[in-house]
């Protein structure tokens, strides 16, 4: 079974630019989440996806961020313009149920000088 | 208001020699507890879960977790400590109230000395 792809691996910006992450998840799995996780700490929930409909985006900083799951497989995650802060590395995760384990892809580790 | 904690930043420990990563956890009903793992430059990994039945539940790479629902614990555990299990770990559950999402513990920083 393919896990949770994701790309690309590495991002390096400078800020105001805009930059943009793809996941394509495990084949089947109806929830996708997108994470931020600062180095050394655990990971932040930005946004999670019902098939293509979003469950709760209350933490995702909806003036730079945007998010999208179109037609309920693979999802891009946006920044625009992004700001030194948020340099951080950005999973994707999917499960077949809300609630179960959630299986991550490798992440993309964003660079903003 | 549900909560996860790891109490130890890090942890050392000889290889060889068994390991125990501690979580206690505040949650309302039953939990769903998970463990996971991040290797460097890596995404998390699985290694288990409890969602009912055997306190102790079995999981990769020889860890197992037990469940003390009186101690509201969830501690990861392996009889006998690799060099290459060496990483980050995580302790998460489950929350009844926000859409089934996982609260995340702070992480504790797991180093095997050889």
């Known amino acids: 079974e393919a896990g949770v792809a994701q790309s690309p691996r590495y991002k390096i910006i400078e800020k105001r630019q805009s930059v943009a992450f793809w996941c394509n998840p495990i084949?089947?799995?109806?929830?996708l989440y997108w994470y931020q996780q600062i180095l050394g700490q655990g990971p932040k929930l930005l946004i999670q996806?019902?098939?293509?409909?979003?469950?709760?985006d209350s933490q995702l900083p909806k003036d730079r961020f945007s998010a999208e799951r179109l037609k309920g497989v693979d999802s891009t995650l946006k920044i625009q313009p992004a700001k030194l802060e948020d340099s951080a590395v950005y999973l994707c995760a999917s499960s077949l149920v809300a609630g179960h384990e959630q299986f991550f892809g490798p992440g993309t580790r964003l660079t903003v000088l | 208001a549900q909560s996860v904690a790891q109490p130890e930043d890090q942890v050392n420990v000889a290889e060889g020699n068994p390991l125990t990563v501690k979580c206690t956890y505040s949650?309302?009903?039953?939990?769903?507890l998970f463990w996971y793992v991040q290797y460097p430059n890596r995404g998390l990994q699985f290694l288990l879960k409890?969602?009912?039945?055997d306190n102790l539940v079995k999981g990769s790479y020889g860890f197992e977790a037990e469940f003390n629902k009186s101690q509201t614990s969830f501690h990861l555990k392996k009889p006998s400590a690799l060099v290459s299990d060496s990483a980050l770990y995580f302790c998460?559950?489950?929350?009844?109230?926000?859409?089934?999402?996982?609260?995340w513990g702070a992480g504790t920083k797991l180093i095997i000395k050889p």
């Open positions: 996806f019902q098939n293509n409909g979003v469950v709760d």
């Open positions: 084949s089947g799995h109806a929830t």
């Open positions: 949650v309302s009903g039953n939990p769903y």
């Open positions: 998460a559950v489950r929350d009844p109230n926000s859409n089934y999402q996982l609260i």
């Open positions: 409890y969602i009912t039945g």
